[in-house]
């Protein structure tokens, strides 16, 4: 098996995490406001990773350099815009809104692709992609239309963030190790959201989240959040997108949200319409195609460093 081959199955493993534990997620931010719950997440985690660096690749933290701390700044900043524009958004719009918007990232990365690591967009990259957004139209939209409201502009703003988080990890990934470059990223969105939650919730939620920490949901929300989806989800990203195009990268999470119906359907007591089931067939085969086509030369991956 190659190793393009095994990038794509490691980060299918990723949306899979992200979409089962969903539901785990949303039932947290529910008692702990999101900006607080993000700060708890992303601080705990770069704390995991700078832990197992510590412990097993000590030798990586010798090819930290200024340039490394700034590129994690730049792919922090666009994770964390990505979460708060999402959270923003769903004050204002609908959940199915939110869902379909932020997925419009996977036709947003190929076009960064091209820009940024000058990746040629085939035309099964093209057709996938549009082929995912159909999918998430119908999964979303099940018995119902697609209608703008004031929230979705916010939306879009965390699509665009995400696909370039997705993007931009192309480009710096090949230049450094995954672990400290996520450990960077991760550090910096958790500081981001720590300024966010007391600017825009003050200092209460922070100062009492000692207390809410220790309630059993709440818990197993944050040790699932700070490992698996976070820590090791980004880690596996980062390492992967040494090996695979941003454009497979984004058609892959687009596999998210089945994984998040089919974890509803087990435990949620939720049901499966026609329109959806044929939604997730659509996201299914577009990842099936982008992962079996032909992959066009990653000339961005392969060149050295270019700044």
């Known amino acids: 098996m190659t190793r393009s081959r095994i990038a794509d199955l490691s980060l299918l493993l990723v949306a899979m995490m992200w979409g089962s534990t969903f539901l785990i997620v949303q039932h947290a931010v529910r008692v702990l406001p999101p900006l607080a719950f993000n700060s708890i997440r992303f601080t705990g985690a770069a704390l995991l990773l700078a832990l197992i660096t510590a412990v097993f690749y000590r030798h990586e933290w010798k090819k930290l350099s200024w340039r490394m701390v700034g590129h994690s700044l730049l792919l922090g900043l666009f994770l964390f815009m990505g979460y708060g524009f999402q959270t923003m958004g769903l004050l204002y719009t609908t959940t199915s809104n939110t869902g379909f918007i932020t997925g419009l990232s996977v036709v947003l990365v190929p076009f960064l692709s091209l820009a940024l690591l000058k990746h040629a967009i085939s035309r099964y990259t093209w057709f996938s992609a549009i082929l995912a957004v159909a999918g998430l139209y119908l999964l979303t939209f099940t018995g119902s239309v697609f209608s703008l409201n ?39 969105v958790g500081l981001f959201s720590i300024a966010a939650s007391l600017l825009v919730d003050g200092t209460a939620p922070l100062a ?41 990268v984004a058609i892959i999470y687009a596999t998210e949200p089945v994984f998040a119906v089919l974890t509803g359907l087990a ?28 992959e066009p030369a990653r000339n961005g991956v392969l060149q050295q460093d270019r700044n």
Do not use: N
């Open 208 to 248: 009492h989240s000692g207390a809410l920490i220790l309630k059993p949901d709440m818990l197993w929300a944050l040790l699932i959040s700070i490992g698996p989806t976070s820590a090791f989800a980004f880690w596996i990203q980062t390492a992967c997108q040494k090996y695979t195009t941003p454009s497979r």
């Open 267 to 294: 435990f949620g007591g939720e049901t499966l319409g026609i329109s959806a089931g044929f939604g997730c067939l659509c996201i299914l085969a577009a990842m099936l195609m982008a992962e079996l086509s032909p």
């Open 150 to 188: 004031k929230g979705d502009g916010l939306i879009l703003l965390c699509a665009v963030a995400f696909a370039l988080q997705v993007a931009y990890t192309g480009v710096y990934a090949p230049r450094y190790p995954a672990l400290p470059l996520a450990t960077l990223q991760l550090a910096f």
